[in-house]
């Protein structure tokens, strides 16, 4: 079992960096692809950015990519996104998610969720 905690979402000017942290307990972390997902007010949860277990590969939705980076650290049992050149329409609950067997951008595919973290771009 995987509990994830993620921190670090806030209010940040459109154009402006924020960084999320998703801590996650026990020590089986390093088995687990990793990703990040999102929801905005009245719409489905969408997927964001996954890594494999290594850290060796990942991939990013389309309306992310070249401004989001998603990273992990094993020792540290934690995932990172980086978020860049922030724009009003990225403003949703983000939320971290662990999956024991796929390394996916569907929901369905994961096992574990963190509670989520609200992320707010002024226009």
């Known amino acids: 079992q995987v509990q994830l905690v993620e921190s670090g979402g806030g209010l940040v000017q459109a154009g402006g960096s924020l960084r999320l942290s998703c801590g996650a307990s026990?020590?089986?972390?390093?088995?687990?692809?990793m990703g990040w997902f999102r929801q905005a007010p009245g719409k489905e949860r969408e997927f964001v950015a996954a890594?494999?277990?290594?850290?060796?590969?990942?991939y990013y939705a389309d309306s992310v990519k070249g401004r989001f980076t998603i990273s992990r650290d094993n020792a540290k049992n934690t995932v990172i996104l980086q978020m860049n050149s922030l724009k009003p329409e990225d403003t949703a609950v983000y939320y971290c998610?662990?999956?024991?067997?796929?390394?996916?951008?569907?929901?369905?595919?994961?096992?574990?969720w963190g509670q989520g973290t609200q992320v707010t771009v002024s226009s």
């Open positions: 998610a662990a999956s024991a067997r796929y390394y996916s951008d569907s929901r369905g595919g994961y096992d574990y």
């Open positions: 026990g020590r089986t972390f390093r088995r687990y692809h």
């Open positions: 890594i494999t277990w290594s850290g060796g590969s990942t």
